[in-house]
């Protein structure tokens, strides 16, 4: 998917009419908006069906699901920067360092609500008195992807904002179905995100199955519903880690897409334990239901029940049989909540520790 105009993807905070003014956007979306926008280009080439439209069992998109989410810019597909990746201030900008874990019992503290055994911790060869910069919007092309997979270091990232031009728009609300101005209190200011510059492009790609889009060239994307161009591109895998021995116990879950949990951050997966994490802030994920009600005198849409994932490039250090881990999990959906909209995929990465 390629943008044609500016773009923008609303976060999970209120923006409500009369109270807020400022709408942030974030980019790339949440994996909702893109399993959205395929939904309404399948009835808006088959308008015929469209009555069945959430329908339980006649609904002929039910089949759809999302199988791989990623940037791609010229030849490099990317992906979100795992978050057990620091880096010091004032380095060179390729130099990051892996967290490493260490036991619970190893820090001189008292008190701990920690639910796992390890924490994770600065390298012993990296001081603890320098300051260190956020990785937050930082990207992995797939080569990058796949040595940190390999427990082999990484030597070049890519900062979200080569790729993206931010643009502040002024608007005003208007009514959908009559497009006369709207009442008091809904001017408002966005912050577009235009997936160029001058120097490189970004597109969106996705790979999902249950749906023919084959004749869809231009699909509708975001607030405004604004349009991308839609061209087929070959589908990419992520090699998984060699694994010495079978019994090989160590790994690391990487997740490419945010994932819902319902005990919060804390995954549960069948004989896996988890031993640490490195995870972000939680994000608020919504949206709004394709099909609109009639509701005082009015068509409206209504919003989806608001979810809280853990973000994108969040990390879990685990215990159990990495062969098994990588036949159930490596490449695919570990998000206990709508993971056939993309949300949760993941890869299986080599972990070294002593138990």
Known sequence: MSALDTLFFRDGKPFSIGEESWAEGVFPPFPPVFYGALRTAYFAANNHEFAKAGQEKDDPTLKLEIKNIYLKSDVNSLFPMPLDCVKENGRDKNSYH??????????????SNNSTQYVLSLPDGVSKG?????????????MQLVSYLQSEKIIRAYHLKDFISKEAKVGIGRDRFTSSSADTGQLYRTNMSRPATLYASLSMVVEFSGLDLSRTSLIKLGG????????????????FPKVNEESEEFFK?????????????YPKLENVEILAAAVGRSVPVGGFNLKSK?????????????????????????????????????????????GKEGFGIAYIGKLSMEA
């Open 130 to 142: 320098k300051t260190l910069e956020g990785i937050n919007n930082m990207l992995l092309d797939r």
């Open 98 to 111: 892996l967290l490493e874990s260490k036991k619970v019992n190893d820090f001189d503290c008292a008190v």
């Open 224 to 239: 405004e519903g604004k349009s991308v161009s839609c061209s087929k591109d070959s589908c990419i895998s992520i090699a």
């Open 253 to 265: 879950i990487y997740l490419a897409t945010p994932a819902i949990f319902k005990d919060g951050w």
């Open 294 to 338: 009639y509701e005082d005198g009015k068509w409206k849409q209504f919003p989806k029940p608001l979810r809280y994932a853990v973000p994108a490039g969040s990390v879990y250090y685990c215990k159990g049989k990495m062969l098994d881990a990588i036949g159930k999990y490596h490449g695919k959906t570990i998000s206990e909540e709508r």
